[in-house]
């Protein structure tokens, strides 16, 4: 350590070693930070493969949780996650557990890295809302042949990662925040997600707004990358475009990420923990080294971060003392020989700058200012899903005479989305999960008492169950004369 770097106060840091190739990134990630005076004290803590064997069912034991929620910093190497039924993954809990919202994965042309986008200038960074859409595993068997996964997208849960997009790209000097959404299929949650880009967009004038679907987004990072900065977009999209543009710079062995939430923040490499190289100490510590850089400019420490990210840069653009994957075939060198050769280059410039950071504060909004506050709000009606096996002319009959003398007329059913009943002509493949819509005669308006409309819902749902069995019931509601619904394929 330097003589300089003593005197600087020291932020502690939880970190997590993990499983598989992890203990030997860490160690090697750690020694290039020690060596290039990081002013971090470490906090080692357990999750994981042990955890899990030691019977700690979320693979996150209670004083794990306790060191990042005293430090709120926590630097991860990948942990298994124990496969089929039964655990939890450890990653999922941790991000849960502290609301880690925002999943942030720079995208960066790295030197020396060869890929067919060599020299395009990809520079771009993806912004993953972290914890809802259907990864909240809401799922349910609705029959024996129907499987149903709820995607749950909320106001401020997609008013956070928008604000955090923004924030990014202002922290980054960055030009423009798209939003990758599938609005025009999902009008109501990825819809959410776009208009809500459209409501906080006016808030940063320095930067420009957009909005892409999502297939196309894909389609345009392949074939122009470089015409992206920041991409915000919900949490399955996420998932999947920033694995795609992990590929464009190199793959995911060298793809950092960090996690934020408002009072935590845990960084982390994206790849898994490799066991088949594990404890052969051959592993490439670039992702969680990279992972450390953007710690190190999470707390401030801008020139350590530049100093080693240079050091790595210089190293890579080299191409001497690479690990194994990086490296042509039969010249690679071990984990070691390559952070003895990063920290031999710590002080050396590279000729990629490093970009100029500001602070990244992720604001916490007292209030968040975004959501839907319709003047009136109507119960019009109710799905509800039935399991049966008859056809959709024979349920639609029964249905009809046995909701004749209630307050709801039936406006169709549908099956898998689709309107069976009265009949379209299409040529619809049934299953035994049919949805089926009732409309109130009258409309109720909800007047602040959201059970009104219930005991009448209740009349028609025990006849029905009277005969066939009902598998879950939806709500219908208007705000402000709109309906908040969709209607299924085919209905007029
Ligand atoms: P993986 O990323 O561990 O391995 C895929 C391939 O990439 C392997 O051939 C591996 O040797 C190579 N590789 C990965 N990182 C490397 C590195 N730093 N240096 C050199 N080569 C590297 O993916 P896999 O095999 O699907 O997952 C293994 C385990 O990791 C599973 O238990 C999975 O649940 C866990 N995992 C954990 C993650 C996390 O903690 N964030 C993320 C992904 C997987």
């Not at 971090?40 to 700690?56: D, H, L, N, P, S």
């Not at 925002?102 to 067919?116: C, D, K, S, Y």
């Not at 892409?212 to 990072?221: G, K, R, S």
């Amino acid at each position: 350590m330097n003589a300089s770097a003593a005197h600087t106060p020291k932020t502690k840091v939880t970190a997590l070693p993990g499983d598989g190739i992890g203990p030997e990134v860490m160690a090697a990630t750690i020694r290039i930070l020690d060596a290039a005076g990081a002013p971090i004290e470490w906090e080692y803590a357990e999750a994981g493969g042990k955890a899990f064997e030691r019977g700690v069912v979320t693979g996150v034991p209670r004083e794990t949780l306790d060191s990042i929620a005293r430090n709120k910093l926590a630097l991860k190497s990948p942990l298994e996650t124990p496969i089929g039924y039964g655990g939890k993954s450890a990653n999922v809990t941790l991000r849960k557990y502290f609301e880690l919202y925002a999943n942030i994965r720079p995208v960066r042309e790295l030197p020396g890295i060869q890929t067919p986008f060599s020299g395009r200038g990809i520079d771009m960074v993806i912004v993953r809302e972290n914890v809802e859409d259907v990864y909240a595993g809401i799922e349910h068997m609705q029959t024996t042949t129907v499987a149903q996964c709820l995607k749950l997208m909320t106001a401020p849960g997609c008013e956070r990662i928008i604000r955090a997009a923004y924030a990014l790209a202002e922290a980054e000097g960055r030009k423009g925040v798209t939003v990758a959404h599938k609005a025009n299929i999902m009008k109501l949650t990825e819809g959410m997600m776009k208009r809500m880009g459209e409501k906080v967009a006016p808030e940063f004038p320095s930067v420009k707004p957009g909005n892409i679907i999502i297939d196309n987004c894909a389609h345009q990072l392949v074939i122009k990358p470089e015409a992206f900065d920041v991409i915000v977009t919900s949490n399955m999209n996420g998932d999947i475009i920033s694995d795609l543009a992990a590929g464009l710079v190199g793959g995911l062995g060298i793809a950092p990420s960090s996690n934020l939430g408002d009072n935590a923040a845990m960084f982390e490499a994206v790849h898994g923990s490799a066991p088949d190289i594990a404890g052969k100490g051959l592993a490439n510590p670039t992702a969680l080294l990279s992972a450390a850089i953007m710690l190190l400019r999470h707390i401030g420490a801008f020139d350590v971060a530049a100093k080693v990210e240079q050091a790595l840069f210089v190293t890579l653009a080299e191409g001497r003392n690479l690990t194994g994957d990086l490296a042509p075939r039969g010249h690679g060198v071990g984990t070691d020989a390559f952070t003895d050769q990063v920290i031999a280059n710590l002080g050396r410039i590279s000729h990629m700058p490093s970009r100029d950071y500001k602070k990244l504060e992720l604001k916490t909004w007292p209030k968040l200012t975004a959501h839907l506050e319709p003047n009136t709000r109507e119960l019009v009606g109710i799905d509800v899903f039935i399991e049966t096996g008859l056809s959709s002319e024979e349920l639609g009959k029964q249905l009809e005479e046995l909701s004749q003398y209630s307050m709801f007329t039936l406006t169709g059913i549908a099956n898998r989305g689709v309107t069976v009943y009265p009949a379209t002509g299409g040529e619809t493949f049934l299953v035994d999960h049919f949805s089926c819509r009732f409309m109130f005669k009258t409309p109720i308006p909800l007047t602040g008492n959201t059970s009104e409309g219930q005991p009448e819902i209740s009349y028609l749902v025990q006849r029905i169950g009277a005969k066939f069995p009902w598998m879950h019931i939806e709500k219908l509601q208007r705000f402000d004369g709109k309906d908040a619904f969709e209607r299924p394929q085919g209905e007029g």
